[in-house]
């Protein structure tokens, strides 16, 4: 009977408005795209007209960044829990109104302190507000076929990590890197105001008796969350290196700004497809199998980019890398759900994450550091393969306890 009762509960829920869940999906993913493209590495195409505009040092430039995503960690998990209990639609308006009026405030910056606190409060209350939340809607609105769902939205916020830049690089040789952050902000209150009103919350029906058929997790929760929160920040600090840093890099090879930005758009679309491909792997080997797979992918070529100077080349190598490398972030979210209960899985997974956008913070800053240090970027590029090493290490620990329990329970 209880069975029955449950399957009458889910009934209405997708009578009601099945098709909805695409619109939620895409439009989530939309609205990723152009926010997260900004705040996680869309600083990138500004190092050089910063560095030229005020004469700042490109670490201290890199740390707007790391200021930004330290903004985002921070919101992440308080945002979320008011998300939990706040109407979708206005967190998703404030999380716009705010984000494109940091940006176009940025436009009149004359201080780096202002960028700092500009971009520590875009990250803390507009990607800070929107990423998790839309997330856990998305998911919420599927009850079969939510990890395809949560794939396209976490695929659009990679398309925006490429675009966003791309693009940005051709508002500045327009328009002067003051006009460029000016466009940026109004463009995204423009477009993002109207796809925030398309959200709104799922039936809450059913939710509960899904969420207790599933298993327990094979670790304790005090050992998951800690181990994939190094874990993750380990892995994110060698994603950032050349996220933030690659079109510089390019660049500093007598390469123009927008071929440069397109080399990192190309990365980016190949990370769509990767993104779908290893979760789908991990649905075949495992969801740590698969997350050490792209990790390995990643540690093992992001050196490799130093050492192409052929634009030709760049362009081939960076879809081969960006393939593997957005595994990673499949494969995080992947193992966090493995590992968690369903009734602790939000607040782990939003700790978790956090730890992941302080390492983006720390990978791009390192990137600016050391090249202010060293003349080029062979020691940035270096470290962000040592921290991949770690993030191995971490993870396939994890991996041989889960084995060994699981040998001895047998």
């Known amino acids: 009977m209880e069975q029955a009762a449950s399957k009458d509960d889910l009934t209405p829920r997708d009578d009601r408005e099945p098709a909805y869940r695409w619109v939620i999906a895409f439009t989530a993913a939309a609205m990723l795209a152009i926010v997260m493209g900004q705040l996680v590495n869309g600083l990138s195409v500004f190092f050089i007209p910063l560095?030229?505009?005020?004469?700042?040092?490109?670490?201290?430039?890199?740390?707007?960044?790391?200021?930004?995503?330290?903004?985002?960690?921070?919101?992440?998990?308080?945002?979320?829990?008011?998300?939990?209990?706040?109407?979708i639609r206005k967190i998703c308006l404030f999380s716009v109104v705010v984000t494109s009026l940091c940006v176009v405030a940025a436009s009149w910056a004359e201080a780096l302190w202002q960028f700092y606190l500009l971009f520590f409060l875009a990250g803390a209350f507009g990607g800070g507000a929107l990423f998790a939340p839309l997330i856990a809607l998305v998911g919420n609105w599927f009850r079969k076929g939510a990890g395809l769902a949560i794939g396209i939205a976490a695929a659009g916020q990679g398309m925006g990590q490429g675009g966003v830049p791309?693009?940005?690089?051709?508002l500045i040789d327009e328009l002067g890197w003051r006009g460029a952050f000016m466009a940026q902000g109004l463009i995204t209150l423009a477009l993002l105001v109207p796809l925030a009103l398309l959200m709104r919350a799922p039936p809450q029906r059913g939710a509960q008796a899904a969420a207790g058929r599933e298993d327990s997790p094979p670790l304790p929760l005090n050992v998951v969350v800690p181990a994939m929160s190094l874990a993750v920040l380990m892995?994110?600090?060698?994603?950032?290196?050349?996220?933030?840093?690659?079109?510089?890099?390019?660049?500093?090879?007598?390469?123009?700004?927008?071929?440069?930005?397109?080399?990192?758009?190309?990365?980016?679309?190949?990370?769509?497809?990767?993104?779908?491909?290893?979760?789908?792997?991990?649905?075949?080997?495992?969801?740590?199998?698969?997350?050490?797979?792209a990790s390995l992918w990643q540690t093992v070529l992001v050196f490799v980019f130093t050492r192409i100077t052929d634009l030709d080349l760049l362009?081939?190598?960076?879809?081969?890398?960006?393939?593997?490398?957005?595994?990673?972030?499949?494969?995080?979210?992947?193992?966090?759900?493995?590992?968690?209960?369903?009734?602790?899985?939000?607040?782990?997974?939003?700790?978790?994450?956090?730890?992941?956008?302080?390492?983006?913070?720390?990978g791009g800053y390192q990137g600016g550091l050391f090249y202010d240090l060293t003349g080029g970027y062979d020691v940035s590029f270096a470290n962000a393969a040592l921290a991949g090493v770690f993030n191995l290490v971490i993870v396939g620990s994890l991996f041989l306890t889960i084995r060994r329990r699981q040998a001895v329970a047998a």
């Open 315 to 362: 362009y081939i190598f960076a879809p081969i890398y960006g393939f593997g490398y957005a595994g990673v972030m499949t494969g995080v979210l992947v193992t966090t759900r493995a590992l968690t209960p369903a009734t602790r899985r939000a607040g782990a997974t939003g700790i978790i994450l956090a730890f992941g956008w302080l390492g983006h913070g720390l």
């Open 51 to 87: 560095e030229e505009a005020f004469g700042w040092a490109r670490g201290a430039i890199a740390f707007i960044n790391t200021v930004g995503l330290v903004g985002l960690a921070i919101g992440g998990i308080v945002m979320g829990r008011i998300a939990d209990r706040a109407d």
């Open 235 to 293: 892995c994110c600090t060698c994603m950032a290196v050349p996220l933030m840093h690659l079109v510089p890099l390019i660049q500093g090879q007598g390469i123009s700004a927008p071929e440069a930005g397109g080399v990192l758009f190309t990365m980016m679309i190949a990370a769509i497809v990767g993104r779908v491909a290893f979760g789908q792997l991990a649905d075949m080997i495992g969801a740590i199998p698969a997350y050490m797979t």
């Open 166 to 170: 791309f693009g940005t690089a051709f």
